[in-house]
């Protein structure tokens, strides 16, 4: 069974920063099926591509807007798909959501459970 277990969401404050987290189980990073991303959803407008890494070789690929601030990284040993994110402002929050596909140009799969961030003095 997959499973996609998102953390590490949370309140922080105006340019600071925040690690998400995203533990997977019922296959790996090395599957060809692999592609994970990270998506999200403010309150009122569409969900959204953050960022998504992909096979081979761990290609990213960022929405525009995030390019620089956002990072997205993978573990291999432990299965656990990361974004780093900086200088958040109160556009990005939003509940973030990992998701697994086959790749970084379709609609994932699988998805977690969500994590919230908020982004607030």
């Known amino acids: 069974e997959v499973q996609l277990v998102a953390s590490g969401g949370g309140m922080v404050q105006p340019g600071g920063s925040l690690r998400l987290s995203c533990a997977v189980s019922g296959f790996t990073f090395r599957d060809a099926a692999s592609a994970m991303s990270w998506y999200r959803q403010a309150p009122g407008k569409e969900r959204e591509l953050v960022a998504c890494?992909?096979?081979?070789?761990?290609?990213?690929k960022y929405r525009e807007s995030h390019r620089g601030r956002f990072t997205i990284s993978r573990d291999m040993s432990k299965n656990i798909l990361y974004l780093q994110m900086n200088r958040l402002t109160a556009e990005d929050t939003a509940l973030y959501y990992c998701a697994r596909g086959w790749t970084c140009s379709k609609e994932p799969d699988d998805w977690g459970q969500g994590t919230q961030v908020t982004v607030s003095f």
């Open positions: 890494i992909g096979n081979p070789y761990g290609y990213t």
